[in-house]
């Protein structure tokens, strides 16, 4: 049987050296442990034939759809600041691109389907773990309603891949709107190849920012969207208490979407300086530190750009500086905004800044719930009762003095108590992808080849707005032996 993939590629049509043509290796004994039916069917795909032999067999890379013309795409990047000018898909296969139901174009790729010409000395494969992880946290931020790549599908290979120990093979079918990076650009940029960086702009204006293309100065325009969708990306996480990991210009997409999930995690105490990831020793990419890394990657992918916004370098670099400029202002009101909404502010006031402010230094100083702070809030504000919130801090009478606050400016907007309730559970999820729960997952997977709490977990996730009684136990956060203090990206 052939299964036919509706896929109109264009980047596979750029100029040679932005891609290597490469297939997937075959893995021994593909099984399909996760599909999902509702992107499959907004991609055009028939999920009924994707969850056969075959359609496991596709998408562990064993067998071509047909029309996929497979590739690894070429990208540099800074890691931790400093710069590789060779990275690309080492263990990453870009199918093609398909048509989705509103008519937007995306990449259908693998993760984990074997070795390329960029996997140096990597084995182009992916342990069950971090497939498991990317697949629960980037299908729990669409629900939350931040940008991101999807998961279409993950598969056991049968076979064992190679990392501290032999760990289960996995693949993962990722969905993004592009896979291009600001690494894309400073591949291009740092062989002083201005023809392949024009290329590649034109290429992410008409695909992602298409009404630029007859601007007066598009490649301004250009960089001026990446900045502001990068502003509000990091605005969004923020709000949530997401923590990249891995800001590496290679991991940060020009779409503005959430890209490479490694060893990302959700704060459950409150604390700016927070650090999961195993391998950020120097707290590079706290949690706090985010919006500074934003626009430090943005710097260069503006530095890629200089040769097309004017011939008069210090020109081009003034003029760089003015859209970098803004992304100041576009974080901070996105971010302000946001957190207005979460204390169920409906108006500005001048002081609503140094409000939320002394809210957030109380969580912090108390160990409060970043998630069940806000959640409770929404409560409190609409039944008065605070027993609920001041529980998330340790002293709770640091929270009753901040209230007395909150409901004065509270009484001067006209919003009824059960309104303003409703729009704060609007924004202020119950169920976040806890480190605890997503570890657990990842051993039953493991240890048991038991995929219900897998299950149960997206479950829960797809929902995280609702209450769900039946699966309140989800909101709680760890008991102290519970604690993941550290994630590992496993590559
Ligand atoms: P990441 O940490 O996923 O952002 O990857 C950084 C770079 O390392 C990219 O060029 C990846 O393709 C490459 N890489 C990561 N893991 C592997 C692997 N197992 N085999 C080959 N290349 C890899
Ligand atoms: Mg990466």
Known sequence: MTVHFPFQNTYSALPANFFARVAPTPVAAPRLIKLNRALAVQLGLDPDVLDTPEGAEILAGKRLPD?????????????????????????????????????????????????????????????????????????????????????????????????????????LTRVASSHIRVGTFQFFAARGDTDGVRRLADHVIARHYP???????????????????????????LLVGFIHGVMNTDNCSVSGETIDYGPCAFMDDYNPAQVFSSIDEMGRYAYANQPQIALWNLTRLAECLLPLFSDDKDKAIEQAQFVLGEFAGTFTAAYQAGLRSKVGLFTVQDSDEALIQDLLDAMA?????????????????????????????TDPAAFDEWAVRWRKRLADEPQSAAERQAAMRAVNPLFIPR??????????????????????LITVLSKPFEDQPKYAAYADPPLPDQRVLQTFCGT
Not at 129 to 145: D, H, K, N
Not at 435 to 456: C, G, K, L, S, T
């Open 67 to 171: 029309g996929a013309d497979p590739i690894a795409m070429a990208y540099a990047g800074h890691q931790f600041g400093h710069f590789v000018p060779q990275l690309g898909d080492g263990r990453a296969i870009l199918l093609g691109e398909v048509i989705d139901r509103e008519g937007i174009r995306r990449d259908i790729q693998l993760k984990g389907s074997g070795p390329t010409p960029f996997s140096r000395r990597g084995d182009g494969r992916a342990a069950l773990g971090p497939v498991l992880r990317e697949y629960i946290v980037s299908e729990a931020m669409f629900a939350l309603g931040i940008p991101t790549t999807r998961s279409l599908a993950a598969v056991t290979s049968g076979e064992r891949v190679q990392r501290e120990t032999m760990l289960p093979g996995a693949v």
């Open 211 to 237: 009404d630029i293309a007859g601007a007066e100065r598009p490649y301004h325009a250009l960089l001026e969207r990446v900045v502001a969708r990068q502003a509000d990306l990091v605005a969004r996480w």
């Open 435 to 456: 480190n605890h729960r997503v570890e657990a997952v990842i051993q039953a997977a493991m240890n048991r080849d038991d995929y219900a709490p897998f299950e149960e």
């Open 365 to 393: 100083k108390n160990n409060a719930d970043f998630t069940l702070t806000f959640r409770r809030l929404g409560d409190a504000a609409g039944s008065a009762d605070d027993d609920s919130v001041r529980a998330q801090f």
